[in-house]
């Protein structure tokens, strides 16, 4: 049975997020990512093992070496669920900036 990971819960943990920037740059082996970290490389193979399993990352094999790189369609289908929402944020953050400016300004208009 294939467990199902969730991209959300995968991208929750800072390890993995750190993992998916060190492949963003270049397809990296499991030992030259486990040597960015101060943990058992075990631990840093489940990390991949979970990231793998969401899609997050993909796996080539070259010779006997396997690169993990980073899956840039999972990546922006994760951003295209999350477009609508920082669309969301973004406009309340722009009714905040304006709701100051204009208390701003009668402050202002007040003082003089």
């Known amino acids: 049975m ?3 990971r969730d991209v959300f819960h ?13 492949v963003a740059l270049q397809a990296m082996t ?17 990390h991949i093992q979970i990231l793998t399993e969401c899609e997050l ?3 080539t094999q070259t010779g006997r070496e396997i690169f993990y790189q980073l899956n840039l369609k999972k990546l ?3 951003g295209d669920w999350l477009d609508p929402y920082r669309k969301m944020w973004e406009g309340r953050f722009d009714a905040i ?15 003089k």
């Not at 499991?30 to 058992?40: C, Q, V």
């Not at 304006?98 to 701003?104: A, P």
């Open 2 to 4: 294939k467990i199902r």
């Open 10 to 22: 995968a991208l929750a943990d800072p390890t993995r997020r750190i993992i998916l920037s060190l």
């Open 30 to 46: 499991p030992g030259a990512i486990a040597e960015k970290f101060d943990t058992a490389r075990q631990t840093i193979s489940k």
């Open 57 to 59: 990352l993909t796996q």
């Open 76 to 78: 922006k289908e994760v």
């Open 97 to 111: 900036e304006d709701l100051l400016d204009e208390m701003q300004t009668k402050e202002t208009k007040r003082k």
